[in-house]
């Protein structure tokens, strides 16, 4: 009984390795058409009796403006370009505050935040995070950081229902994702930590000073894919 079920959890993990490399190679070339969280908020929206709505258009990272790419970067993830889908000091900072209760922005990377968003499942959990982990190292393997941008750009919740850079671009500033000036771009980069509450436009006093900072930080992006 024992070698049968040794046998099968063998099987399993095979099965399991081979899809999620089959997975991720496929999505280096193909657009993501939806995430999981996209699934999971049209559900939540259908119990609460509300319309099911999903706002998505992938573009290609050349029709996104280099302003949004470097103002998420500059918000999200400053050493994005040179680490290997990891910052282990801003994860250990990260540690130190939850464990004496403070709220601070979480230590993930853009690429972790795309693995989540692109392979797996909301919520907070040892398996999700060590499966996030995974899926990380097999996108810094097998993509570009290039790639991992525009997957990143073109699938995050930017607004209530609204995904994708061009589909915010459209929501907030009524223009394409290409035309976005550098204020624009940090607006919508600085309501990142919970677009569903924060507003790009008409904005809050710290959403306000959020988009300031994240401005002058621009500056000092180069973007060298």
């Known amino acids: 009984m024992l070698r049968k079920i040794s046998r099968f959890l063998f099987k399993v993990f095979l099965w399991f390795f081979a899809l999620s490399v089959l997975s991720v190679v496929i999505f280096r070339y193909v657009p993501v058409p939806f995430t999981p969280l996209m699934l999971s908020r049209a559900l939540e929206q259908k119990a609460e009796g509300k319309e099911m709505t999903c706002s998505h258009d992938w573009v290609p990272i050349e029709e996104i403006s280099p302003n949004l790419q470097k103002a998420v970067i500059a918000s999200e993830d400053d050493l994005f370009l040179t680490h290997n889908g990891f910052n282990f000091k801003a994860m250990q900072k990260a540690f130190k505050n939850n464990q004496k209760g403070n709220k601070i922005k979480g230590g993930s990377t853009i690429s972790q935040q795309t693995a989540k968003n692109?392979?797996?499942?909301?919520?907070?959990?040892?398996?999700?995070?060590?499966?996030?982990?995974?899926?990380?190292?097999?996108?810094?393997?097998?993509?570009?950081?290039?790639?991992?941008?525009?997957?990143?750009?073109?699938?995050?919740?930017?607004?209530?229902?609204?995904?994708?850079?061009?589909?915010?671009?459209?929501?907030?500033?009524?223009?394409?994702?290409?035309?976005?000036?550098?204020?624009?771009?940090?607006?919508?980069?600085?309501?990142?930590?919970?677009p569903r509450k924060f507003r790009a436009v008409g904005s809050s006093g710290y959403t306000e000073r959020r988009k300031g900072r994240i401005v002058r930080l621009m500056r000092y992006v180069k973007l060298e894919y």
Do not use: C
């Open 118 to 194: 692109v392979f797996l499942w909301q919520g907070r959990s040892y398996l999700r995070k060590g499966l996030e982990a995974y899926f990380t190292v097999l996108i810094e393997l097998l993509w570009s950081k290039e790639r991992i941008m525009e997957v990143y750009l073109n699938s995050i919740e930017m607004a209530d229902g609204v995904y994708g850079a061009q589909a915010a671009s459209q929501h907030w500033y009524h223009k394409n994702a290409n035309d976005l000036t550098k204020y624009e771009a940090a607006g919508i980069a600085a309501i990142l930590p919970n």
